[in-house]
Structures are given as structure tokens and as C-alpha cells.
């Protein structure tokens, strides 16, 4: 007899990749007006949303941007891209430029003693770069080598743009071990920009209100709120993130905020069990999620990324050429031509 499917796995295979998707019942503030969207309300943030001091540009298009919840899942909260163009471009350097280079760790630490640069400024700098696969010794290895294996496992030699497609996440401030599920792998400094970005909408997502529910689900004094520990998930085309749910943390009743950067995805969000139907929303590029109270204990995935559909602000060669501190990166066509087939998630959490 065949074990009997969740609702949640239901919902997954229904977006399975490869045939049209199925977005009617999805939610989509971007197409649908909220008001006729009966499975959200529309909310008040509690604060404008302030730029950091320390960051030099202009982050937000809008104070005090329209937030959702939903309302069947208590705790969700959803800002519509609420980020200016150059910020989001910033945000996709702070992703591929910044972060994914030692002492943080990505998927590929298990197998290579990676450089200090970032696989995308290698590959950015010189596409015709190798990086040795080959069981070698360390005498055998030429200058030009920016990596050594650390397994026999991969035989074939490759270039900084091939490992960067398999690049699939990048772990923030404490070490998450995807073996044992704990954070025992040692800490590395969260990046301070984007730690004061996460608290400036946790503060802003503070008791938010609206006319049927004053608490919409966070109770959470978002002053409190430090990046404690993040993940950086890199989903090309094909990519899904299974149902599960994060519940590592010491503490949950900090929210967990997330960022999308790029193609725009299917996010599912269900219950504490996978029984409970979920519901399917569109995320797209520049858009917050941040799972509170209830909802910071659901069972959530993306089983789809929907091609064709980043933003010409990011996905146009040349749209980041005059950007505040443009010269400290690369040309921006890299960027262009990544992000035209990935979707970037970047989300941190308070632990403790």
C-alpha cells in the first residue's frame, strides 16, 4: 500500500517543475489588489522604516510601506518590496560578493579548501580561471590554483563559475551543522549592515496593527532583536527547499526574517504538522517575509522558482553602473546575468 501524502507534500507536487504552474489560488500582492484578496488584511507597521546610520544610501523607497498578514496564519507578516532599486542590487553584492567567503561557510566547505575571494569574484574577474578537482598534491598545484580538494570524490577539473552553480548556501554568524541540526559548528561576525537592516524591520514590524487583530501575531520588541545567526540560500531555476520547519533556536519568540533577491518563487506556509494545507504566496524580488509568533513554528518550502521573472532593475547589464560604491565591485553585467537565473534568500534569526 502507498503511504498516504500529506497535505503539504500535496501542495509541493502540485508545483512540481516542468509543467505550468498553478498560481490562481495563490497570493500575489503584486497582481491582486489586497483588498479583494480575502486571505490577507492589510496592516499598520509600527514605525517607519529607518536606514541605518552606517549604511551609505538610501535603502528604502517608502517609510512606511502597506504590510500584510495572513489570515490564516497567524504571525506572518509581508512587506511588498519595500527596498529601492540600488538597495536591492546592494543587498545582491552584500550576498554574492561579501558573505560567502571564509570564516563563513558554504555547501562546498565539505569538499574544498576554499580562497578567501568569493566564488563570484573569481568567476566575475576571470571566467577562464580553474579551480583544480584532480586528486593532487599541494607540491603539483600552480600558482594560478585558488583551491584544493579535500576528498577524491570529484576527478574533473573546474572553473570558478562551474562550482558556483553548486553553491547553494552560505552560513551567517553562528555555524549551523546540517548533520546534527545545532549550531555547533563555531561562530563568525554577522555582517553588521546587514544585521542593522534585519533589526530596523524588526523594530518597524513591532506590534503592528490594524482594526480586527491590534497584535497581528508579533508581540516581539523588535529593539531587542540581534542577527544572531543567518543562512544565504542560492536557487537557480530548478532549485526547491523541502517542507521542514527551523526550530534550532534557544529561543522562538524572536521572528525570522527573510529577503528575496531576483527570480521570484512559490513559498508554501502550513501549520505545526505537515497535515494542515498550506498556503501558496508569490514571493518576488525585494519583498520581506518575517514569521512570527505562531508562525515562526510552521512547517514552510519553496517547491518552485518561476523563470523569467527578475526585475529589469537587477537583470539589465548595465543597471547598477552608478550605484554608491559601484567601483568596489565588479561590473554590474555579472550581476546581471546571474541574477536572470537565481533567486537569492537571505534571512537571519535571533537564537538566544
Not at 5 to 30: C, H, I, M, S
Amino acid at each position: 500500500m502507498a503511504p498516504v501524502q500529506t497535505a503539504f507534500r500535496k501542495a509541493e507536487k502540485k508545483y512540481k517543475r516542468g509543467q505550468p504552474p498553478d498560481l490562481d489560488n495563490a497570493v500575489d500582492l503584486a497582481t491582486t489588489a489586497a483588498a479583494a484578496n480575502e486571505a490577507v488584511r492589510e496592516i499598520k507597521l509600527a514605525c517607519d522604516l529607518e536606514t541605518p546610520a552606517t549604511i551609505p544610501l538610501q535603502l528604502f523607497s517608502q517609510r512606511r510601506p502597506p504590510a500584510y498578514a495572513l489570515r490564516d496564519h497567524p504571525g506572518l507578516l509581508l512587506i511588498p518590496n519595500p527596498f529601492t532599486d540600488e538597495a536591492q542590487r546592494w543587498l545582491a553584492r552584500k550576498c554574492l560578493c561579501d558573505c560567502p567567503r571564509p570564516p563563513n561557510r558554504t555547501n562546498l566547505d565539505a569538499f574544498f579548501s576554499l580562497p578567501p575571494e568569493s566564488l563570484f569574484e573569481l568567476a566575475s574577474n576571470s571566467e577562464k580561471s580553474s579551480l583544480p578537482i584532480a586528486n593532487r598534491s599541494q607540491a603539483d598545484i600552480q600558482q594560478s590554483d585558488v583551491t584544493l580538494p579535500k576528498e577524491k570524490f570529484y576527478t574533473q577539473p573546474g572553473s570558478p563559475s562551474s562550482l558556483l552553480e553548486r553553491q547553494c548556501w552560505c552560513t551567517l554568524g553562528l555555524q549551523y551543522n546540517w548533520t546534527t541540526k545545532e549550531y555547533d559548528r563555531g561562530s563568525s561576525p554577522f555582517d553588521q549592515d546587514l544585521d542593522s537592516l534585519m533589526r530596523a524591520i524588526a523594530i518597524a514590524i513591532t506590534r503592528p496593527s490594524d482594526t480586527s487583530d491590534p497584535a497581528s501575531g508579533n508581540d516581539y520588541n523588535g529593539n531587542l532583536f540581534e542577527s544572531e545567526a543567518g543562512i544565504i540560500n542560492y536557487y537557480d531555476e530548478r532549485a526547491t527547499m523541502a517542507g521542514h520547519v527551523d526550530k534550532t533556536e534557544e529561543k522562538m519568540d524572536a521572528p525570522l526574517i527573510s529577503l528575496s533577491i531576483g527570480l521570484s518563487c512559490v513559498y508554501l506556509i502550513g501549520g505545526t504538522t505537515r497535515d494542515t494545507e498550506p498556503t501558496p504566496i508569490v514571493l518576488h524580488s525585494g519583498d520581506v517575509l518575517a514569521m512570527c509568533g505562531e508562525s515562526r513554528t510552521a512547517y514552510h518550502g519553496v517547491p518552485l522558482v518561476l523563470a523569467d521573472t527578475t526585475p529589469a532593475s537587477l537583470s539589465c547589464p548595465n543597471s547598477g553602473a552608478n550605484d554608491n560604491a559601484a567601483a568596489a565591485y565588479p561590473e554590474w553585467h555579472y550581476f546581471a546575468k546571474y541574477l536572470e537565473h537565481h533567486r537569492i534568500n537571505c534571512n537571519a534569526r535571533k537564537c538566544s
